[in-house]
C-alpha cells in the first residue's frame, strides 16, 4: 500500500528553527509537495520537489532524498504565524497526490 | 496566480436538506477538480476526482448517490450533499488542477464549513 509519515505533532520556540521530515512509500514518484494549513482554513502551497537536493525560498526550505523516500522540511526564524499544520503529499505514478496525516506545528513564545 | 473559489464559506442546515457547494476556477481551466473532507484535527481525504464532461471517480467508502458532483465546464464544479446527517458535519474543500508543468501544485478553494443540526 501507499504511506506517508510524518510527526504528528512539533513544538518549537520563536525566532529558532525547526525541521519537519516526512517519509513515504509510494507507487512511483511524481513529486513531493509541501503545504500549509491554518486551523479552518484551505491549505496552502509551500513547495515543490522532484528531483534530490534542497529547494529554498525564502525562510522555509524543502530537502528531498529519492533513494530514501524521504523529504523535510525546515523552517527559519520562526514567527507565531508559522503555526500551523504542515502537510507532506507525494504524486504517485497515476500523478495521484498521497497525502500525509500533516504535522501540527506549535510555536512558543 | 491560479485563483480557485468556492463557495459557500459555511452554511449551517437542518438534516435530510441538500446543500449544494459551488468550486470555480477563476483564472485557468481546470481539466480536473477534486473534493475533499476534513473532519477535526484530521488530515484530507480525498472524496472524488472529476474531470469536466464526464462522470465523477469516488473513492472507496464515499456515496456517490449522496456526494453528487457535476463538472460541467472547465471553470466549475459543484459538490452537493444529498438528505444531510449531523454526521457530514465537516470541512470541504475543493482543488483544481488545469494544463500545466509537473511542478504546479494543486490550487484549493477556502472550503466550506457545513453544520447539520
Known amino acids: 500500500g501507499q504511506n506517508i509519515d510524518q510527526p504528528t505533532e512539533m513544538t518549537a520556540t520563536e525566532g529558532a528553527i525547526v525541521q519537519i521530515n516526512c517519509t513515504y512509500q509510494t507507487s512511483g514518484f511524481n513529486g513531493l509537495f509541501w503545504y500549509q494549513q491554518h486551523a479552518g482554513e484551505a491549505p496552502t502551497f509551500l513547495s515543490y520537489n522532484v528531483l534530490d537536493g534542497l529547494e529554498e525560498k525564502g525562510r522555509f526550505s524543502s530537502f528531498l532524498s529519492r533513494s530514501k523516500g524521504y523529504s523535510y522540511l525546515l523552517l527559519k526564524e520562526l514567527q507565531m504565524k508559522d503555526s500551523a499544520s504542515y502537510l507532506c503529499a507525494v504524486r504517485d505514478s497515476n500523478y495521484q497526490l498521497i497525502w500525509g496525516a500533516g504535522t501540527k506545528l506549535i510555536i512558543k513564545p | 496566480g491560479a485563483v480557485v473559489s468556492q463557495h459557500p464559506s459555511r452554511v449551517i442546515c437542518k438534516s435530510g436538506t441538500s446543500v449544494k457547494i459551488e468550486c470555480r476556477s477563476l483564472?485557468?481551466?481546470?481539466?480536473?477538480m477534486f473534493w475533499y473532507r476534513q473532519f477535526p484535527k484530521q488530515s484530507l481525504m480525498l472524496m472524488a476526482t472529476s474531470n469536466e464532461g464526464s462522470k465523477a471517480t469516488y473513492e472507496q467508502g464515499v456515496e456517490k448517490d449522496k456526494f453528487l458532483i457535476n463538472h460541467a465546464s472547465l471553470t466549475l464544479s459543484t459538490l452537493t450533499v444529498t438528505s444531510a446527517h449531523p454526521e457530514d458535519s465537516s470541512f470541504y474543500i475543493c482543488s483544481a488542477r488545469g494544463s500545466y508543468p509537473d511542478s504546479s501544485p494543486l490550487h484549493f478553494g477556502n472550503g466550506t464549513r457545513l453544520t447539520v443540526t
Open positions: 483564472d485557468f481551466q481546470a481539466t480536473t
